[in-house]
């Protein structure tokens, strides 16, 4: 057999293959590991400038400052979540107590539409009113049958998820307690090694890209929360600020969306008979899937020199993939494989004559 050569581009090719298959199988494997520790190192350096500042003036340890700053935090953030879960509460509660006046308001609007049907176009309005109920009857029945235990039969794995997290958030803390420690040694240590010239380049367009989208979701977060809160205010809804920035902030979140908050308005209003309203709810749904669909490429895509469709296509890969966290890790492993094999082809460039 003759001896096997790739050409220039073959190997370029080769390379970005490999590159592909080692970061997949990073994100897959290898992150779920390492993750506490990379969000860590990213926190102490964002806390390192700070607690330097606090060190010089106060001559207290770096890590005592990061610990009190970390403890300030989680204390808000559970505080906002306790207030958001409040409100749903609240809310549902409310519903719960008016589910019977939306069910008479729904059996009346049913009977209205069955008689104007039968006086235009001479069908049955009594039997097609009992069969429509029948259905809702039968669609009610296996919510309760199926549905309900479905979901409470999986507590236990929602259970072990909030432990999951809760772990994540512990291992998190006390790896920037320890790395605050040492910081400036191991950032001297890293920019000193030339062996890790590659990660340094590579890390700093990961690092650019991290910064760049959480600024891109704070941006569309204050966009869609501001939408919502003049829409809904607009309409008269009570409480419609809040609720505008409760669906900015659930628009946020890569596993829920505004759907959960403005499906179930538009479906109220709806059966209320506010029929234009349901139908303006329904259009700001529509309104902050787009915003979030056209902002989101071009803010993340054209900063970190991806083109916007590039990205669109990562964060659709990474949902196939590795399941809603691939929102987040489908670009981020986009990312890493165009830097990595950038500075793999300009190596290969410059050891060549």
Not at 164 to 173: G, K, R, Y
Not at 178 to 207: F, H, N, P, S, T
Not at 209 to 230: E, H
Not at 302 to 309: D, L
Request: hydrophobic share 55%.
């Amino acid at each position: 057999m003759g001896n096997f050569h790739l050409t220039e581009s073959g190997k370029k090719y080769l390379a970005a293959v490999v590159t592909c298959i080692l970061v997949y199988f990073f994100m897959k494997f290898i992150s779920p590991i390492v993750s506490p520790f990379i969000f860590a190192f990213l926190v102490a350096g964002i806390l390192n400038p700070l607690a330097q500042f606090f060190h010089r003036k106060m001559k207290i340890r770096k890590p005592v400052i990061a610990g009190t700053i970390l403890f300030v935090a989680c204390v808000l953030a559970a505080v906002v979540f306790w207030l958001l879960i409040s409100a749903l509460v609240t809310g549902g509660s409310k519903m719960a107590v008016q589910m019977p006046d939306y069910q008479e308001e729904l059996s009346h609007f049913l009977e209205d539409c069955c008689n104007m049907m039968e006086q235009r176009f001479g069908v049955d309005g009594v039997r097609v009113e009992k069969f429509i109920m029948e259905q809702v009857n039968v669609f009610v029945e296996n919510l309760e049958v199926k549905v309900l235990p479905a979901v409470m039969g999986k507590s236990v794995g929602y259970m072990k998820s909030i432990v999951n997290f809760v772990s994540f958030v512990v291992v998190m803390v006390i790896g920037v307690l320890l790395i605050m420690k040492d910081y400036d040694a191991l950032i001297q240590k890293i920019r000193e090694e030339e062996e890790l010239k590659g990660v340094r380049e590579v890390g700093k367009k990961v690092l650019l890209y991290v910064k760049t989208f959480v600024k891109a979701q704070i941006i569309i977060l204050c966009i869609i929360s501001a939408v919502c809160a003049v829409v809904l205010t607009v309409l008269g809804m009570k409480g419609g600020a809040f609720y505008g920035l409760l669906t900015g902030f659930m628009d946020m979140l890569p596993f829920i969306g505004t759907g959960i908050m403005l499906i179930p308005l538009a479906i109220l209003r709806f059966i209320d008979g506010n029929y234009w309203q349901a139908l303006l709810v329904f259009c700001l749904y529509a309104a902050c899937a787009l915003i979030r669909e056209f902002l989101e490429p071009k803010l993340i895509g054209e900063r970190v020199g991806v083109w916007p469709v590039g990205i669109l296509f990562a964060v659709f890969a990474g949902i196939q993939l590795f399941g809603v966290w691939g929102i987040i890790k489908g670009p981020l492993a986009l990312v890493i494989i165009c830097e990595t094999c950038k500075y793999l082809w300009r190596e290969k460039e410059q050891v060549e004559p």
